[in-house]
């Protein structure tokens, strides 16, 4: 289920939307990053390009920290 989620990122307040599992592996990420979840979705929305919007930020970096801990299949 996508739900509506809201953070202060820079003294502004901001919404997205995530599906549950992202949300969820999101909080797993700062939590082993030891960091603040408004912490970290604020890095991530200065690092995303101009022409992406928040909510897809945050979903690939949650596939980029999965595919980077994920030892790759041998390819034989």
Known sequence: ???KHSA????HRTSFSLEDAFWQ???TIGAKRAMPL???IAEIDDQRT???NLSSALRVYVLEWLKSITPAPDAR
């Open 1 to 3: 289920m996508i739900r």
């Open 25 to 27: 592996e999101l909080k």
């Open 8 to 11: 202060t990122l820079h003294g």
């Open 38 to 40: 408004a912490q970290l």
């Open 50 to 52: 101009p022409d992406s």
